[in-house]
């Protein structure tokens, strides 16, 4: 089972920021937060990931909170082309590099 | 760089018949992974590889699917006989190895199974 609480649904419009939250409450010390996107008809494609300390690269930022129980990532000026599933997923440094995917949250950019 | 490559991208089959999907990972990878994503719901994974040996098929229906690759780069994955509930996209990733967890996806295959 996912060990991430999502929510299913997000609007955001076109050159503002987008928000994502991640609830990950029974993270342990050694699992990392890792965000991946799906666009419609196309696979998952690698966002960004964190231990504790923020992160930002050319796609997004990602903010771990310092209990590391939950995490926000950041579109900073969202388009069109960023409408799509937006998965976060924790992962340990003993995994296998198995993924376990939820449902993710759908985010929906409008003009 | 190439991407991970995957034909067909679309097979419609009838029940009880058979299927087999390909996948080409990047270039120096040495992990390869299957997941099945059913509409509506996130990828799960089937299979994964590390070169050409098979590190979890735990979630891998094994009376009826079945996975290689050969040489540890290239993959199949095969379904025989196929059921409506394998109606689904399957997706393949490659990763550097399997503690290098950015996995790159291919287009994926769609499967319809009527």
């Known amino acids: 089972d996912a060990k991430t609480t999502q929510p299913t649904s997000m609007d955001c419009a076109e050159g503002r920021a987008a928000n994502l939250p991640c609830n990950h409450s029974?993270?342990?010390?050694?699992?990392?937060v890792y965000w991946y996107r799906q666009i419609h008809s196309q696979g998952p494609q690698y966002i960004i990931h964190g231990l504790k300390n923020n992160e930002t690269n050319e796609m997004a930022s990602l903010i771990i909170t310092e209990d590391r129980k939950s995490s926000t990532l950041i579109l900073p000026h969202a388009t069109l082309r960023d409408t799509a599933v937006y998965y976060c997923i924790v992962f340990g440094s003993g995994n296998t590099g198995k993924l376990i995917f939820g449902q993710g949250t759908t985010l929906q950019v409008k003009p | 760089e190439a991407g991970v490559a995957q034909s067909p991208r679309y097979k419609i089959i009838e029940k009880r018949q058979s299927v087999a999907f390909w996948c080409n990972p990047i270039?120096?990878?040495?992990?390869l992974y299957w997941y099945q994503q059913i509409l509506g719901q996130g990828p799960k994974l089937l299979i994964q590889f590390q070169n050409n040996g098979v590190v979890d098929d735990s979630q891998l229906p094994k009376d009826r699917f079945s996975a290689e690759r050969l040489k540890g780069v290239d993959s199949t994955l095969k379904i025989q006989p196929a059921k409506l509930e394998d109606s689904a996209v399957y997706l393949c990733?490659?990763?550097?190895?399997?503690?290098?967890?950015?996995?790159?996806f291919g287009p994926g295959t769609r499967l319809t199974v009527l």
């Open positions: 990733a490659s990763s550097v190895s399997f503690d290098r967890y950015e996995q790159f």
């Open positions: 270039s120096g990878h040495a992990t």
């Open positions: 029974t993270i342990s010390g050694n699992e990392y």
